[in-house]
């Protein structure tokens, strides 16, 4: 049986998959970085991901992406919190800058009308597993009881668990998740290169299978989010976080198979955040290796 080109093309349109889009000369940039390789979700970080803070979004710079002509073509946009972050850090100048860098990143992100904002949840740093976990738990309580009317959710994204990294295993997101004051406002984004590079098995179809039973089991389905599409340059269990292009890493191509076939996933964004140049070519061949796995 033959499918007609127009037929595809409908079914591509509806996947909402995409890549992490830059926001330099503005935030609204993003939008037509995005829709010029026909993206349908994007991520974007809503600052300097390098910097802890910035000068709070003018009205004018809300509106631009808010009204953007385009805006409606993308039909998933959301957030990365900056890498700076960390919720569980043992030094007290530290952590109080988290506090305030992930409070001010959210309020941008709702001004913004995302619907989530990307977090990893935070590294050790020597205290402990279950220090750790504690510190990040009170630590998100702090900065929701502080934004009371911010609609943005925080996802908790999988780690690789480099380090002393917290989130490479999926009991450390649902413990966060049942011990916070507010778990309404977490949600979950799973990253493929981080979960493979932590030891979860998706190198093939059962595996892949499993590992997501896994997920359902521990944390729920319902509060999977988003999925950061990534191929890995290490092996599985490395614990070294090295993002690859689709089909060209240590993961292969039956993970994303499932991923993109999979009915329970069509509603979720699918991000890449792959190596790419300002053409954005990479992105395009990425897509376009996702696309014809369907």
Request: hydrophobic share 45%; net charge positive.
């Amino acid at each position: 049986m033959t499918v007609s080109k127009s037929k595809i093309e409908n079914r591509h349109s509806k996947i909402l998959l995409g890549a992490h889009m830059s926001i330099g000369g503005g935030v609204h940039r993003a939008i037509e970085r995005g829709r010029s390789i026909d993206c349908t979700a994007m991520q974007i970080f809503v600052k300097n991901n390098m910097q802890w803070f910035a000068r709070p979004l003018l009205p004018g710079e809300i509106s631009a992406f808010l009204d953007h002509a385009q805006r409606t073509e993308l039909q998933a946009a959301f957030a990365h919190a900056n890498y700076l972050i960390n919720l569980a850090a043992t030094n007290p100048q530290f952590h109080v800058n988290s506090i305030r860098a992930l409070s001010e990143e959210l309020v941008r992100a709702d001004q913004l009308e995302l619907p989530f904002l990307v977090m990893h949840p935070g590294a050790h740093l020597g205290a402990g597993e279950a220090a750790g976990l504690a510190k990040i738990i009170g630590s998100l309580d702090q900065v929701f009881a502080g934004l009371p009317k911010i609609k943005t959710r925080v996802a908790l994204e999988t780690t690789a668990g480099q380090g002393s990294c917290l989130g490479d295993r999926f009991e450390h997101l649902a413990a966060i998740i049942a011990n916070v004051r507010e778990p309404e406002r977490l949600c979950v984004c799973l990253d493929t290169a981080h979960v493979f590079a932590a030891g979860y098995d998706i190198g093939n179809e059962a595996a892949v299978r499993k590992t997501f039973r896994e997920f359902d089991r521990v944390i729920g389905l319902d509060r999977l989010a988003a999925l950061h599409l990534n191929d890995s340059k290490t092996a599985r269990g490395s614990r070294v976080d090295r993002h690859e292009h689709i089909g060209k890493g240590k993961i292969g191509l039956d993970a994303f198979r499932f991923i993109m076939r999979d009915r329970r996933f069509r509603k979720i964004p699918k991000v890449l955040e792959t190596p790419k140049g300002k053409d954005l070519a990479e992105d395009v061949a990425n897509m376009k290796t996702l696309r014809s796995l369907l």
